[in-house]
């Protein structure tokens, strides 16, 4: 409000003295004209966008009007090229979600590892070697993903695949299950007395590192035998979206973890904590939004990755036995839509063009939502920190 | 300063201009091709060879699928398209809608090959046990003469004209099993086969080579003489197809008629397909 009295006043004064009636309408629709201008230019961004939700979802409605929801959303049986053609999209869309699922537990907890790393625990030296490596692995095309996931992954999930997934397994386990065995020793013994702890200690650590041991050797010995008979399946997919998704992973937490504040961790260390007390317990709880955030957009890059799926997942329109059964081929929504695309025209079979606008829809609408919980959940993150 | 700096600019463009010159005087026709992945190698060498002898034509070759060939020629954004298979009614009735008459000319003649790994032990299937493997009836190799492993079904996606071939030929309106793996090539299906012991797949009799091993299918090895006689059960005619007939003596003419000449069908056999005449 006083900028704009300021405005009008200096205005109003530099006319008077300066400038002749005939410069100051011109300078002022000038700077109408510049305003409309930026507008728009800003604006054709939106309209871009609306009018590709108005496109698609204008050709996906006949789909719907012509064959209904319940067998799109409810059956498994996909065979779109047939003459009296089935819809059932559900199997489609099991396999979308278990691959963005299995690329989420691949991306996260290496994402923020990795940026709680880079934000806290690397010297800063290492953090400019290592930050724009990982940002190279969003540079790679993700043609080149998947021609990599076809040629080179799958043969060696194939011929190896058991042992991969078993070393794989250990790799991520042993740390874990070390740590898990130190601090239960420390619990444990601390519900003796003063003088029994040490012997505690020793012992209950000896009985962990025990079980501990076996049930690796378990773990090992059970994914060792296990026979992949395709390499193109759904965990082919999952790891190689994964590592698609970790840099965007990385890059939004590290931001997270960044935008807590020096205060809040010079505070915990004045207090007494230790590091790993202060990153676990104060640093991630304050970035948890931004953390979350950073899953979502993991997820939308996941769930709408085409070529790597298309390639590398087996595209059989089949729900696994049992659902959690990564090893089978599954087909996802976009690799449905790209690959139907050359017969379903328009012109050729109605339903068939329609169904792809439909599964279109279905994943815009996912995309949207995905997006307005992430910022919300940001916003409101926002307000509480101040 | 400025002025030197304005020469720069200006000898930029000049040379810029100058180098685009040779490019557009040289007025070039174009023949744009577009369509199916099997009929693709042959236009590509094709037109190469065409090119190499005739240096005022210019043929761009794209391998999009039949079913993409028959939209691009309808909706006039190609000059041939390459079909694995004949345009269905319902494309012949857009085309004519939109003022266009597709002619068919049969470049060759293609056999649908089965493969299988080379460390597959069996040797040959008929119509019927391929069909009863792709219905799911059958699913481990022991049930075939082979090892005791699941067998790993490998199609082609629903938009191309070998999986049109293989469906009316071998499936016989059967539907294809749910576990089928679906790849978007013949060259996708060769590389699946042979890095996947216990896989089956179909690909077009071009694109057999050492890495696959080729079935007997109802006793019959496929190739050259038995796919042209047909004998070898699962065989098909290979089509361009143009908007209506090429006036004789053009380029497009030339080009569409090559298969009949000794050196097109000197190529046509090296890549591994069957000319229409034996010459």
């Given amino acids: ?51 590709i939700f108005y496109f698609i979802v204008r050709d996906a409605i006949p789909f719907f009007r012509l064959e209904g929801f319940r067998e799109f959303f409810t059956s ?7 003459e009296e053609a089935e819809f059932g999209a559900a199997a489609i869309f099991t396999g979308s979600a278990l691959v963005t699922a299995g690329a989420i537990v691949v991306a996260v907890p290496m994402g923020v590892f990795a940026a709680l790393c880079l934000s806290d625990i690397l010297p800063f030296s290492l953090r400019q070697v290592v930050k724009p490596v990982i940002e190279m692995l969003a540079a790679i095309p993700s043609v080149v993903y998947g021609f990599f996931a076809l040629v080179v992954f799958a043969p060696l999930l194939q011929r190896q695949g058991g042992s991969l997934l078993s070393v794989g397994a250990l790799i991520v386990l042993t740390p874990l299950a070390l740590i898990g065995v130190a601090v239960a020793g420390d619990l444990i013994s601390a519900r003796f007395r003063e003088q029994a702890r040490p012997a505690a200690r020793i012992s209950s650590a000896v009985i962990l590192l025990a079980v501990v041991t076996y049930l690796l050797f378990e773990i090992h010995r059970f994914l060792g035998g296990l026979q992949i008979a395709s390499g193109t399946n759904a965990l082919n997919a999952s790891i190689i979206l994964g590592i698609m998704a970790l840099p965007t992973v990385v890059s939004v937490s590290e931001d997270a973890l960044n935008s807590v504040g020096r205060e809040l961790r010079e505070g915990s260390y004045a207090l007494g904590a ?31 990755e085409t ?31 790209a690959g139907d695309m050359g017969e379903a025209d328009q012109v050729t079979g109605s339903a068939r063009y329609h169904v792809l606008f439909a599964m279109a829809a279905c994943l815009l609408a ?21 | 300063m400025r002025g030197s700096r304005i020469i720069t600019a200006l000898a930029i463009v000049a040379i810029a201009g100058w180098a685009m010159v040779p490019a557009s005087a040289a ?8 369509g199916s992945t099997t009929v693709g190698p042959i236009a590509k060498a094709f037109a190469e060879y065409y090119m190499s002898m005739n240096k005022d034509v210019n043929i761009t070759v794209s391998e999009s699928g039949s079913g993409n060939g028959a939209k691009s020629l309808i909706n006039g954004m190609c000059d041939v ?44 299937l008929t119509v019927e046990q391929i069909r009863s493997i792709y219905t799911g009836q ?89 796919v042209s006689s047909g004998i070898y059960p699962i065989a098909r005619p290979l089509f361009m197809f143009t908007d209506g007939y090429p006036k004789l003596g053009s380029h497009l003419y030339r080009f569409v008629t090559l298969y009949l000449t000794p050196k097109g069908q000197e190529i046509i056999e090296e890549i591994g397909f069957v000319p229409v005449t034996k010459y």
Avoid: C
């Fill in chain 1, 76 to 82: 498994t049986r996909w065979y779109p090229s047939r």
């Fill in chain 1, 1 to 51: 409000m006083e900028d704009r009295i300021l405005e009008h006043t200096r205005s109003e004064i530099g006319s008077r003295l300066l400038m002749s009636r005939g410069t100051r309408r011109f300078r002022r629709l000038g700077a109408l004209a510049g305003n409309a201008v930026l507008v728009t230019i800003a604006s054709s961004s939106l309209i871009a966008l609306l009018f």
């Fill in chain 1, 307 to 337: 070529m790597v799926v298309w390639m590398a997942s087996g595209n059989a329109a089949r729900i696994p036995k049992p659902w959690f059964n990564l090893l089978e081929p599954v087909r996802t929504l976009t690799a449905t839509i």
């Fill in chain 1, 366 to 386: 996912f995309a949207f939502i995905a997006n307005l919980v992430s910022e919300l959940i940001v916003r409101r993150s926002r307000k509480r920190l101040g």
């Fill in chain 2, 81 to 124: 398209a390459d079909m694995s298979r004949f345009m269905k009614d319902s494309e012949f009735q857009a085309a004519l809608e939109k003022g266009r008459t597709p002619v068919a000319h049969v470049v060759a003649v293609d056999g649908l090959a089965v493969i299988v790994h080379p460390s597959n032990p069996v040797k040959g």
């Fill in chain 1, 274 to 304: 230790t590091r790993a007390e202060t990153l676990l317990k104060v640093v991630v709880p304050a970035a948890k939004s931004g953390i979350l955030a950073a899953v979502i957009l993991g997820v939308m890059r996941a769930i709408g």
């Fill in chain 2, 138 to 226: 059958v699913t481990n190799w022991k049930q075939l003469g082979g090892p005791d492993v699941a067998i790993v079904m490998i199609s082609r996606d629903t938009n191309s004209g070998t999986y049109e071939t293989f469906e009316s030929l071998v499936m016989n309106k059967e539907k294809i099993n749910e576990k089928a793996e679906y790849v978007g090539s013949n060259g996708a299906v060769r590389q699946r086969v042979q890095s996947t012991p216990a896989a089956i797949g179909y690909v077009g009799l071009g694109f057999v080579d050492r890495s696959v091993k080729a079935l007997e299918v109802n006793g019959i090895m496929p190739d050259m003489n038995t």
């Fill in chain 2, 27 to 34: 007025a070039q026709e174009k023949i744009i091709i577009d």
